[in-house]
């Protein structure tokens, strides 16, 4: 999708919202449904990357300290700006927490743009503390961080809003020591990491000194729920499922929704690169970088455990070290960057550039896109896509072809063709689909849910969101004995007002690009 005629005008994707993509270009700020872009607001002076904090039904949009709310239709600003703050906000529920970069931490309320107080650690003891709030992480109902209330010394922290719902989880070193290190001259301290399913709360810990953390803790928001998983820190954590995967001092370990640890890979001294993950319907695709021992890198797939972790995916040489960390997994299938000329100096390919890959169901590693690279470019740096967010069942990036400059792509997946609100998948929205999804019993309960469970905002959970994003888009039907042949002939008929639109479209591969007129947007479609 080109949002622009200025060749060098890249566009940005910031985040999504209610099954819309958000993206920034230059001054301007778009939502993007399907094959329809839209201008929400110009700016005299647009940030290149404004932060996006996805709550309930919108999202809190931040530009230059000025706070705004969209829902994908409209960009609405609050009235009020925000302080420069140490510490990254959070989104939880309609509210987005934030703290005045000190021992303040305040919520605004999306819906009213009201800033409230939550607690003030300079008047909750009669002490002093020495340790600003940090890491506000959304956890279950509330929002976990660090904080010092001069007595405890920082310690981990609940909140659900409100000063009596505000409290301490555990004091790990009871007295004045940190039981909770996060001083960013720390080795290894990756912060506070939700499990997938939203069950637990990892983090590493110095319950034994008052120095950096020795121990990694996991906590369900109570004291009595707190537990330590690992004698040592972990360097950083990766969240799939009900599995918790940490590197740590060279050793891949991976704890079970039972609070179980298992090393499930572990490479000779000298390894450096943490490992990245990527999760499938069937496992978990794994990638580990060791230069001393393999001598390159290597994928495999991992079910959790030690027996269940085989290095077997046929990769080309060279893999780049930074694979799956811009990944995004569409329909079972792992898409990433890759550039073959990297990899094979003595026997360069020049024509192919840095392309779009992907490892498909069955472990085979494919290109997908072709040559979209103008031949005589080469530059990874330039041609490589980057930024992959999947909304609504579809995998958007961009990517520089040299020939139209950076632009917005989209592969259209299968849930793309999906119902919002059909968890029965039969292509009707009706109360059969509601019972189902309730009875599945997700709903605000934190844990992974599938398009079958009612997440059909592609957030991974079922909540309101969900529920809006179904009964906005208008497909539900109050009768059950609905007739299918009638909804499928309707689809038939939008599927032929498609097809009659292909003669105005360029093939360029596998992808093709609808003119101007045939979407409602400033520039041009990109498509598989």
């Given at each position: ?36 872009a ?15 904090y ?5 999202a ?23 302080s ?11 509210y ?5 970069g000190?021992?303040k ?19 909750l ?16 109902d ?59 709360l ?39 499922e ?5 590197w ?45 021992f ?22 080309p ?28 100096p003595?026997n ?56 139209n ?16 609100g ?12 509601l ?16 398009w ?5 905002d ?11 994003v ?29 097809r009659s ?17 045939d ?6 479609f990109?498509?598989?």
């Amino acid at each position: 999708m080109d949002l622009g005629n200025d060749f060098d005008s890249d566009p940005t994707i910031v985040g999504k919202v209610n099954n819309k993509l958000l993206v920034v270009q230059e001054k301007s700020f778009y939502s993007i449904e399907g094959a329809n872009a839209k201008l929400l607001s110009t700016f005299d002076v647009f940030d290149l990357s404004p932060s996006v904090y996805e709550a309930d039904g919108f999202a809190f949009v931040e530009n230059y300290d000025v706070l705004y709310v969209t829902d994908g239709e409209t960009l609405t600003p609050l009235n009020f700006t925000m302080s420069f703050a140490t510490t990254t906000p959070v989104s939880a529920g309609e509210y987005l927490y934030h703290t005045d970069g000190a021992y303040k931490l305040f919520r605004i309320n999306g819906q009213t743009g009201v800033n409230e107080l939550v607690v003030d650690f300079t008047t909750l003891t009669a002490a002093k503390p020495s340790s600003w709030i940090n890491l506000l992480t959304r956890f279950r109902d509330g929002v976990a961080f660090a904080a010092d209330d001069g007595l405890a010394g920082q310690e981990l922290w609940m909140t659900d809003g409100t000063l009596d719902g505000t409290g301490m989880v555990i004091d790990l070193t009871p007295g004045f020591r940190n039981g909770t290190r996060f001083d960013e001259f720390c080795t290894g301290n990756p912060g506070l990491v939700p499990s997938e399913d939203g069950e637990f709360l990892y983090f590493s810990a110095a319950p034994t000194t008052n120095g950096c953390a020795d121990s990694t803790y996991r906590t369900d928001g109570t004291a009595e729920g707190t537990e330590k998983v690992y004698d040592w820190y972990v360097e950083q954590f990766i969240p799939v499922e009900d599995v918790m995967y940490m590197w740590s001092l060279s050793k891949t370990l991976a704890v079970d929704a039972k609070g179980a640890l298992e090393t499930i890979y572990d490479f000779l001294p000298g390894q450096f690169i943490a490992p990245s993950f990527a999760a499938v319907n069937d496992g978990v695709y794994l990638y580990e970088v060791d230069t001393t021992f393999f001598g390159t890198d290597v994928v495999g797939k991992t079910d959790g455990t030690r027996a269940g972790t085989s290095f077997t995916i046929d990769m080309p040489k060279g893999m780049v070290h930074d694979l799956f960390r811009d990944h995004a997994v569409l329909d079972g299938e792992v898409y990433f960057a890759f550039s073959l000329e990297e990899f094979d100096p003595a026997n360069p390919s020049p024509d192919t550039g840095c392309e779009l890959w992907k490892i498909d169901k069955d472990g085979n590693v494919v290109v997908v896109s072709g040559d979209l690279t103008h031949p005589d470019e080469t530059n990874d740096s330039l041609t490589c896509p980057q930024t992959f967010t999947t909304v609504n069942g579809n995998l958007y990036f961009t990517k520089n072809n040299f020939f139209n400059g950076r632009e917005l792509w989209v592969i259209e997946g299968q849930s793309s063709e999906r119902v919002p609100g059909d968890s029965t998948l039969d292509g009707i929205f009706n109360s059969s689909d509601l019972v189902q999804v309730f009875q599945r019993g997700k709903y605000e309960s934190g844990e992974t849910a599938s398009w079958e469970d009612g997440d059909w905002d592609g957030d991974g959970l079922f909540g309101t969101s969900d529920l809006v994003v179904a009964f906005k888009a208008g497909s539900y039907q109050a009768t059950v004995e609905a007739r299918l042949d009638d909804f499928a002939s309707a689809i038939d008929a939008i599927f032929e007002a498609s097809r009659s639109q292909e003669s105005k479209a360029q093939q360029i591969g596998d992808f093709h690009r609808l003119d101007k007129n045939d979407c409602d947007n400033k520039g041009t479609f990109w498509f598989l």
